[in-house]
Each structure stands twice: as C-alpha cells, then as structure tokens.
C-alpha cells in the first residue's frame, strides 16, 4: 500500500509537468545554397522557416521569393517587401559573381558548393538576437559578428584572405549590420503578428502529442513499478515463510 501511494504521489506532478505548455521563441531562419559545378554553372536556391513552418522558398530559376502562406509578407508594405526583394535580387547575382572571384583567386577546384545561414531570433521583452554563418563544402569557415566578418576555429589559411577581402567592404558590412539588427527583428515581429494563429495551431497540437506521449510513459512507469513493489512484497513473504 505504501508502494502504491508513492508511486500516486510521484506520478501525478508528473502528468502534470509534461502537459505544461512552455512559452516557445519562433527562430527565424533563412538557408542559401549556391552550387558551382564549373566556372560558368552556378545556381542560388533560397529557403525560410519561422520556427518549423516554412513560408519562402526562392529557386534559382525565380526573380521573386515565393510566399508559401498567406501571412508571409508579415506587416511590411508591398513597397517594403518590393525594396527588401530588390535588395536580395542585387546580393544574389553580385554573391555569385563573388564567389566565383574568390575560387578564381584562391584556384579553388570545382564543384563549390556555399551555404550561408541567417536569420534572427525575437525574445519576449522586445530584445532579439541575430545570427550569419557561412559555410563552405559543408564545413563552417566565417561569420558575421556585430560589425565584423571573424574566421570559425580550426579553419584553412585560405579563409583569413577571404575575410581580409569582405572585411575591407565598408558598405557590405554596414547594409548586413541594418539587415540583421534592424530588418530582420523587425520583419519577424510582423511575421508573429500575422501569423500567429498559424502558430499558436501548431504549438497546440504538439502539446497534446506532448500531452498522450507524457501520460503513456508515466503510465508505463507506474505499472513497472507497481510490478517491481509487488515482487518485492512476493519475495519478502517468501523470505518470511
Ligand atoms: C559546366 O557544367 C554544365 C552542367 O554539367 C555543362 O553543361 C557545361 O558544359 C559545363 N561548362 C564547362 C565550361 O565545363
Ligand atoms: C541561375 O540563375 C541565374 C540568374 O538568373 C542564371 O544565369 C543561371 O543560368 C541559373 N542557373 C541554372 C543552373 O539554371
Ligand atoms: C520593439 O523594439 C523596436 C525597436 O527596437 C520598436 O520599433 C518596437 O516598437 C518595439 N515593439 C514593442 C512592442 O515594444
Ligand atoms: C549592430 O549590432 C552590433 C551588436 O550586435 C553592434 O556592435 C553594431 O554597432 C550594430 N550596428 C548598427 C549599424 O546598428
């Protein structure tokens, strides 16, 4: 009996600390893949997630990014998103261009392939936290650190001249520091906004998946130890008999 009651009040707070719906950030994350195969075969593909939905994906093959919900513009103006997509179509011809500079210059073997990732994080309270990593052959090789382009550890003396290079580009840095400390948390305050309800669907239904998934283990745990008390109340019988 005095196994059963501690399993009952061991169990329930249990149930209860798995149903608790914690309050969740959205990360915003943009991926861009550009593949060279030889010096004159290049494609950039672009894709976006808020959270784990994924309202963009801009192909190669496109001059516009495509919304893949009806809240993706969040709370810009068509004007805003038209000068932020400007922006985007000049980075993405002049970052091909760049890298197929870069490989020239470092006599680079083909195929490259580049993905940078970047994106930026709204916490509650209004303060928010942004992020830019470029990787190269799946490898991490620099980042963006609030004014600066800074090498990853443990990379190759080629990366140092890279940096040299986007480092003496004053205007670059200065258009990434707006993007990423102004744009970004700006646009995914509108984004939250718009949508929300989107949002709060999917938080919800993984609460409950949470939920079922919480109160079978805690059930299989109460039977397991209801069973190990019973044994154990077995063979201390038998120790007495
Ligand atoms: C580059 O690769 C493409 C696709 O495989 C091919 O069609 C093209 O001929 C290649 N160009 C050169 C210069 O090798
Ligand atoms: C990717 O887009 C660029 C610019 O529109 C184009 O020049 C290039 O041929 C495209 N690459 C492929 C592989 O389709
Ligand atoms: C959050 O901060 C930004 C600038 O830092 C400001 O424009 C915005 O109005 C603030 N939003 C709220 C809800 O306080
Ligand atoms: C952007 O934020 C970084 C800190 O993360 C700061 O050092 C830098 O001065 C800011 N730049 C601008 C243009 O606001």
Redesign the pocket.
């Known amino acids: 009996m005095r196994c059963l009651l501690f399993l009952l009040l061991w169990g329930l707070p249990q149930i209860r600390r798995t149903s608790e719906v914690p309050q969740r950030n959205f990360p915003f994350r943009c991926l861009q893949i550009s593949s060279f195969l030889n010096r004159s075969w290049a494609r950039t593909d672009g894709l976006a997630w808020l959270g784990e939905l994924q309202p963009y994906v801009w192909k190669n093959d496109s001059d516009t990014i495509r919304f893949l919900k009806p809240w993706s513009q969040g709370t810009f103006s068509d004007q805003q998103w038209e000068e932020l997509q400007h922006l985007f179509r000049v980075y993405r011809s002049s970052v091909t261009r760049d890298i197929q500079e870069f490989a020239k210059m470092l006599h680079t073997a083909y195929p490259l392939e580049v993905q940078v990732s970047a994106g930026c994080e709204v916490h509650p309270g209004n303060t928010s936290e942004s992020f830019l990593y470029v990787a190269f052959q799946g490898r991490d090789i620099l980042s963006f650190q ?2 600066s382009w800074v090498p990853a550890p443990d990379t190759p003396q080629w990366v140092a001249r890279v940096i040299e290079v986007l480092n003496d580009d004053q205007g670059t840095s ?1 258009m990434v ?2 993007l ?3 744009t970004c948390p700006q646009f995914v305050r509108g984004l939250l906004e718009t949508g929300k309800s989107e949002l709060d669907r999917q938080e919800q239904s993984r609460a409950s998946a949470g939920l079922i998934a919480g109160a079978v283990l805690v059930s299989l745990l109460i039977a397991g130890g209801l069973l190990t008390c019973w044994f154990k109340k077995r063979s201390s019988y038998q120790d007495i008999l």
């Open positions: 609030g004014t200065e520091q707006s990423l400390n102004d």
